[in-house]
């Protein structure tokens, strides 16, 4: 990333992105570090794997060669569109749906992934689908709006809201509800590390998830767009996709294949 220098220069998110990366070979992405299957932080050896990270990898060398080099920045929900405007990172690759209130502040290349709102349940549950939530209760996290979506399909549905996922999930294992809802990629990192636990049903939502771009970076979002595009032609992110989502219980990772 290049820094200020002097007087009369531009701020860093001002700068033309795309002309910094060609010239240092870099793209730096802001990526999650908590979310496994998507972004997390291998303990073992201090670095980031997941989807989005094989992903960003994928693009930054299609965008400037096979020497270029992605750089990571773990970013939570709330600190990544700050990190972008003010030129801490060069884009966003963090479960990020691309939503009319988002693009009022950034620009958003196309999607790289439909990810959809889903349950997670026990696998001796009954509970098929959302709307066998009617008179049930479902766990959910403050601030999201991950359970007002499921009541419009089961209205009868009992809310149990937790601050956070650790104990969200918790209470689920625990018995006090009988489902837990989010993005069904989410769903699906628990599912995996959490044997006996299952998605059930379709997604119920649709959450398009894009990549955040600054605004006034136009050439640097086209040529995203057209590494992405590159990638999903050449069978790149059908691979990653089966990758990361092939083995997931409850989760048909067919229905996110692109250009099959």
Known sequence: ???????????????????????????TWGVKADTRLIGLVDV?????????IDLAKAITKKMLGKDAKAKFV????QSRIPLLKNGNIDAIIATMTITPERQKT????????????????KENSPIKKVEDLNDKT??????????E?????APKARVLQLPDY?????????????????DN???AGMAVNNPGYVLRGKAFTTEPYGIGINKGQKDFREAIDKALSEVEKDGTYNKLIMKWFGNVPGFNYKEVLRHD
């Open 1 to 27: 990333m290049l820094v200020l220098s002097g007087c009369g220069s531009k701020p860093l998110s001002d700068q033309n992105v795309l002309t910094n990366a060609k010239e240092s070979k870099t793209i």
């Open 44 to 52: 073992k050896d201090g670095k980031e794997k997941g989807f989005e």
């Open 74 to 77: 773990t970013v939570t929900s």
């Open 106 to 121: 950034i620009d958003f290349s196309n999607s790289y992934f439909d990810a959809g709102q889903s349950i997670l349940v």
């Open 138 to 147: 479902i766990i959910g996290v403050v601030g999201s709006n991950s359970v």
């Open 149 to 153: 979506n499921v009541k419009k399909f």
């Open 166 to 182: 650790a104990q969200a999930l918790t209470a689920l294992k625990s018995g006090q509800g009988d489902a837990l809802t989010t």
């Open 185 to 187: 990629v989410i769903l």
